[in-house]
């Protein structure tokens, strides 16, 4: 029996994440671990947008922002529960994906990634500045998700760390399924159809426009979902989220693990991640390392770390 | 009236500097179709280099000169280094290359130098000069002229010298250009080492007024581009009117709105320009070829 594509790469997803907590020998792994899936979802969705559709965004931490701010904000003034309040983000986050994405999308290379930009900054500037609500640059508080009480009512004991490494890992498997069935769907070729050449695709009957669309909105709900993981995990969120680092931080993520390749999407978000946990030590270094490795990935293996690898192993197999 | 002419005078001095900023993106631009957004960073390594070596016992003006030749020696590097390995890379390599290099010379900056704020003396002295009611800093007057005065420079060299030619002919059309004996490898480590002197002279002009450290090139940077793709992406003319307008903009923004949202101008005007007009002001309208 042969598995198909999609089906290897959850099996692969799904068991490294099962096996990995084995080698933990420590709690603070599991929170490394954590954060590596809650950017591994916004990075799934990337790769819908970047990798699928061939289109670019520099802002996509403003979706995370407005999924986070959801979290902290809908329960306190909408008596709403964290859970729905994540909902909440994330269809704000389409909402406004759609509404914005319209015109954007217009927009081709520098274009479009200088108007996303320009988007996910005022996000975050907006919520820096209505301090009132937001709390401004200090952040503000958010409440607890409460799943662990009542996985706990039920015999499932699991400290805060264990219980956030499963969960976002859940999600994450969720997240990449959905995405890999999209792949296989008619939208999903319509979509890599526009990547290919957006003439052609026209030319045998994509509505361009829409695809484009389909994507960015399906990328921003990824990006709200993990902007709305990571609040409820750290229980506190500031307007960082929706900076423009950290939309930067996400590109590279996908880009540098290979943005036409799943897998290799989610391993550039593991590998950023875990960066600044190991040069703690030399934190002075930290920056320097980060781009040194942004460009030199970007220079020798442009098609991300886990395709040219592939393809350097199957070469010398052939 | 002063009150607006105040602001028209500081938005004229920001937009000066955003004005030379996004004259270097422009450059590059033309001569690779690569935007670089480490440019902002040449603006610090002006004012920083400057500050380090006037610390160190030179005078203003040799220390002035040796953080333009760094910094233009730095963007030559960038060139050879960075961009040209990368010829023929998809836009997203591109542009994550160019952060990338932004992100790298950030930290060895910080590594190098340090992380405090700095500034050095201005021009000629800080008594402010009165204008109708309103007041001007003599240093304004040496970045509004030394901006003015750049642009003539650079105005002669692309019309009236052959080597400036031929950055415009590599720009048109580079296989053209290199038919009929243009290098161009030489016209881009040119462009490269044009635009990085002329960020780091913006950041010499500017910092005895704004100061400077490790982190301020980033959000220079994306003015610089915002004020280039106002005027329209690859047009030095447009790169000054739209680095005037955004500065004017943002301080009156800040001025008559809300200081706190004076960096929104600047966001808000690129996605109106873009849905409204996506060449810019003075771009060309370009279509695809299939």
Sequence with gaps: ?318 | MPELLQFLLSGITVGAVYALVALGFTIIYNASDVVNFAQGEFVMLGGMITFFAHAAGLPLPLAALIAIIATAGIGVALNKLAIEPARGAPVVSLIIITIGASIFIRGATQLVFDKQIHRFPAFSGDQPILIGGATILPQSLWVIAGALAIFFCLWLFFTRTLIGRAVLATANNRIAAQLVGINTNYVMTLSFAMSAAIGALAGVLVTPITLTSYDVGLALALKGFAAAMLGGMGNPKGALVGGLLLGILEAMTAGYISSQYKDAAAFVVILAVLFAMPQGLFGRKSTDRV
């Design chain 1, 1 to 318: 029996m042969r598995l198909s594509s999609k089906a290897t790469t959850l099996l692969i997803l799904a068991a490294v994440i099962a096996i990995a907590p084995v080698f933990f020998p420590s709690s603070y792994y599991f929170r490394v671990g954590s954060l590596i899936f809650v950017n591994g979802l916004a990075v799934t969705g990337l790769v819908i947008l970047i990798g699928y559709a061939g289109q670019i965004s520099l802002g996509h931490a403003g979706f995370a922002g407005i999924g986070a701010y959801a979290c902290a904000l809908a329960p306190v003034h909408l008596g709403l529960h964290p859970a729905l309040a994540a909902v909440l983000g994330a269809a704000l986050s389409a909402a406004i994906a759609f509404l914005v994405g319209r015109p954007i999308l217009r927009l081709k290379g520098y274009y479009l990634a200088v108007a996303s930009l320009g988007f996910g900054i005022l996000v975050s500037m907006v919520l820096s500045n209505e301090a009132q609500l937001t709390g401004g640059p200090d952040g503000m508080a958010v409440p607890e998700l409460g799943l662990r009480a009542v996985l706990k009512a039920i015999g499932i004991d699991l400290s805060n760390t264990e219980f956030w490494y499963a969960f976002s890992g859940l999600v994450l498997v969720i997240g990449a399924w959905l995405a890999l069935n999209l792949y296989h769907s008619p939208t999903g070729r319509a979509l890599r159809a526009l990547h290919g050449s957006e003439v052609a695709a026209r030319t045998v009957g994509v509505d361009v426009a829409h695809y484009k669309l389909v994507a960015f909105v399906l990328s921003a709900v990824y990006a709200s979902v993990s902007g709305s993981l990571l609040a409820l995990q750290n229980k506190f969120i500031t307007p960082d989220v929706a900076g423009f680092m950290h939309s930067i931080e996400m590109v590279t993520m996908a880009v540098l693990g290979g943005a036409g390749s799943m897998l290799g999407a989610i391993l550039g978000a593991a590998i950023l991640t875990t960066l600044p946990q190991v040069l703690t030590v030399f934190q002075e270094y930290e920056q320097l390392m980060l781009g040194l490795v942004m460009m030199l990935v970007m220079i020798f293996m442009r098609e991300g770390l886990l395709p040219s690898i592939a393809r350097r192993i199957r070469g010398r197999a052939e």
